[in-house]
């Protein structure tokens, strides 16, 4: 290997043209320095995790080629966030832009500030759906498999948008 990793990120918006921010930042994923994108889900629309009274959040996830380590890729991660004017106020509350790094590779990480395989992946189906939309066979570091773990998740309001 040449140093090159397939990264999983997830993507949702629910404020300020939710579908404009979530393709403007497939682009900008696209851009990242040392990066390619490979794959992207469908856009599917889900009630909100958190405080009930916001809008409903439009989610994706994309894969990304990448040359940059997993915490270089969090930083530029979280740089698109505040490209697109994300305020961390509220846990799970409303946000322009949220980009979680769900896999990096296949390895698992646990550091102060970033923890692979994402926290909550195994259990949110607006995650599970579109990674398993564009990664069918993908298997965790744990050695789950996205399809068993999605087959094992409750289904919710989860709704795919067309094109």
Request: charged fraction near 15%; proline fraction near 7%; charge should be negative.
């Amino acid at each position: 290997m040449s140093g090159v990793v397939t990264a999983y990120i997830g993507l949702g918006s629910n404020q300020k043209n939710p579908v404009g921010q979530i393709r403007t930042a497939l682009q900008e994923l696209d851009g990242l320095p040392q990066s390619q994108l490979l794959l992207q889900s469908s856009l599917y629309q889900s009630a909100p995790m958190g405080p009930a009274n916001q809008p409903d959040y439009i989610n994706a996830v994309a894969a990304l080629e990448t040359r940059l380590s997993a915490d270089e890729l969090l930083s530029a991660l979280q740089k698109l966030e505040l490209l697109h004017q994300r305020v961390r106020q509220e846990r799970w509350g409303p946000r322009t832009l949220d980009l979680d790094l769900l896999l990096f590779g296949d390895q698992s990480i646990s550091s102060e500030h970033l923890v692979v395989p994402h926290p909550g992946l195994g259990e949110r189906l607006f995650v599970l759906q579109p990674l398993f939309e564009i990664a069918p066979a993908l298997v965790l570091p744990n050695n789950q498999a996205v399809a068993a773990l999605l087959d094992g998740c409750s289904e919710g309001g989860l709704q795919r948008l067309g094109d």
